[in-house]
């Protein structure tokens, strides 16, 4: 993409992930998306890289998701290259079989010794509207967290997605909770919906993360919902909708030091016929960002009805930061109130972890749903509770 490297911006706590970095660590504690469910036909098996680390994803013949070490114990091949049999993986270099749970099976022209002595680490997995989850950490998963705005069938239709990003995940996690950034990065696109005054921000930590306020000249509010680690939810304008927000939701988790996959669920009211059409032979949108960013043309240049444009629009502005971001280098003002929250959890969440102290315990009210936006309150409502001498919600 560019000639920039790791090594000139330092890796700092929230960005390091490799070698069992302590933001890689304390990841791994929940649930993260590895992949997209519809990429796994029964019998595919697959190499991925997740938290700085390989392994092998695949799909059983009878359907069910595994994931195991990459590795296979004997020689050290990937048995993602091997064969799916049952809901067993079998390493092609020797014929070494494994279950889903990294039990032995078999070990041809070896003894039965094997059998009881060799087994695989394998990682609880589990589906989720469209999306295979996994779980990395040590000793018993977490409780999987839900999202009843996602699973609400009257909010529109379902839409999962991926996307690799090309730098570190943290730069696209802070800019979750960056409400400027839109008015700018994505200044035409969200004129479209109307969104073109500046927002008073405010922030505050919940139980399940942070909320990001934005309060807007006509009395409405935004709420952005950052669920810790790293996803968050909003109501939001998206290209498959050109006259509704969807709801929608992002995970953003590191591949490695330097690489993101950033995972997306969306409820959409209204497909854009056309945005369903292009999106099947549409060019990868980092693609067009790394040329963009090679000088070879503008934003303003490329399609601006490309399904995916502000994911072009954002990684241009994040990997334009560099690979890794330098975050001494910054200039922090009121507008960043979110972000300097989000760091100041992390920090302080990444300080337990070393010190072997207790991690907050993140969590949602089951089958509540988080409020996303406000109207702006009528004249005669607001008239009203002033004349009650009750101040209004919105004021």
Not at 13 to 20: H, K, Q
Not at 63 to 88: F, I, K
Not at 246 to 266: G, K, Q
Not at 333 to 343: C, E, M, N, V, Y
Request: charged share 25%; net charge negative; glycine share 8%.
């Amino acid at each position: 993409m560019n000639a920039e490297t790791q090594q000139d911006h330092p890796l700092d706590e929230f960005s390091a992930i490799d070698g069992n970095a302590d933001a890689g660590r304390y990841l791994a504690q929940f649930w993260q998306p590895v992949a997209l469910s519809r990429d796994y036909v029964p019998g595919t098996a697959k190499r991925i890289k997740i938290l700085g680390n390989h392994y092998t994803l695949y799909r059983g013949d009878e359907g069910e998701m595994q994931m195991v070490q990459d590795r296979c114990p004997h020689r050290g091949t990937s048995l993602a290259y091997g064969w799916v049999e049952g809901n067993c993986i079998r390493c092609r270099y020797h014929g070494w079989k494994f279950s889903g749970d990294g039990a032995g099976v078999e070990f041809p022209a070896e003894t039965a010794t094997y059998e009881r002595s060799i087994r695989l680490d394998a990682h609880p997995v589990r589906e989720y509207l469209g999306v295979v989850f996994a779980y990395l950490g040590g000793g018993e998963a977490p409780e999987f967290v839900r999202y009843p705005e996602l699973e609400d069938e009257d909010a529109g239709e379902l839409v999962s997605m991926s996307v690799t990003l090309p730098y570190n995940y943290f730069q696209r996690v802070e800019n979750d909770v960056d409400e400027v950034h839109i008015y700018y990065v994505h200044r035409e696109f969200m004129a479209s919906f109307g969104l073109v005054d500046l927002p008073r921000i405010t922030a505050k930590e919940t139980d399940y993360g942070l909320v990001c306020t934005t309060a807007r000249s006509d009395g409405s509010k935004f709420h952005t919902h950052l669920h810790m680690p790293n996803a968050f939810l909003r109501e939001a304008a998206i290209g498959q909708d050109k006259d509704n927000l969807a709801i929608h939701a992002a995970w953003r988790v590191p591949i490695d030091d330097v690489s993101t996959l950033s995972v997306m669920i969306d409820r959409v009211k209204n497909y854009d016929p056309a945005a369903r059409e292009s999106e099947k032979e549409m060019i990868d949108p980092t693609v067009i960002a790394e040329r963009i960013l090679a000088g070879e043309y503008t934003l303003e240049e490329i399609d601006q009805t490309h399904p995916l444009l502000p994911v072009i629009q954002d990684t241009v502005a994040m990997a334009g930061q560099g690979l890794v971001a330098d975050r001494k280098a910054e200039n922090l003002g009121q507008s960043d109130r979110a972000l300097g929250l989000l760091r100041r959890i992390w920090s302080r969440e990444l300080k337990a972890l070393r010190e072997e102290r207790p991690l907050k315990s993140w969590q949602r009210s089951p089958g509540a749903k988080l409020p996303m936006f406000e109207a702006a309150p009528d004249a005669e409502s607001v008239a009203a509770a002033v004349d009650a001498g009750v101040t209004p919600a919105n004021s």
